[in-house]
């Protein structure tokens, strides 16, 4: 895809297609929470289409727009950028960040715990202070160290 960088109103726009799997200016329009005008919409859509992340098709009067790729393949990009220039490079940080600013509930705790257990050629969480005796003490948002 062309530039990776979506504005708010992009990212409401491209989140309605994935919705809907398709859509026409008027059907993306039905879509949005906000009362935009046909004509914003429209011009949404083809700042999106150069990008690269829309394409179109004539659909009898109208076109219908089709996302180019799909919301975890474009949300890639998006988080990169969000990593290198919010986070200074750091997953680790943005990830502390979702669990510190939200409520997690204790499944989504669990599904964050098996997933980190899964990744592959790397131990689960609770796996290294096991083997080497230690515990996690925090230091800084976002960040561990271990006690002795």
Do not use: N
């Amino acid at each position: 895809m062309g530039e990776s960088h979506l504005t708010p109103r992009e990212l409401d726009v491209i989140g309605a297609l994935w919705r809907r799997g398709s859509g026409t200016v008027a059907e993306v329009l039905e879509e949005l929470d906000e009362d935009l005008a046909y004509t914003t919409v429209l011009t949404v859509l083809r700042g999106l289409e150069q990008k690269g992340f829309v394409r179109h098709e004539r659909d009898g009067r109208a076109h219908r727009f089709y996302p180019r790729a799909e919301a975890q393949e474009a949300a890639t990009g998006l988080l990169d950028r969000i990593v290198d220039k919010v986070y200074q490079g750091s997953p680790v940080r943005l990830v502390a960040h979702l669990v510190e600013e939200r409520a997690l509930t204790a499944e989504e705790v669990g599904e964050l715990t098996a997933l980190l257990e899964r990744l592959p050629g790397r131990a689960g969480p609770g796996d290294r202070r096991r083997r080497r005796g230690r515990r996690p003490t925090k230091s800084t948002p976002g960040e561990t160290r271990e006690e002795e």
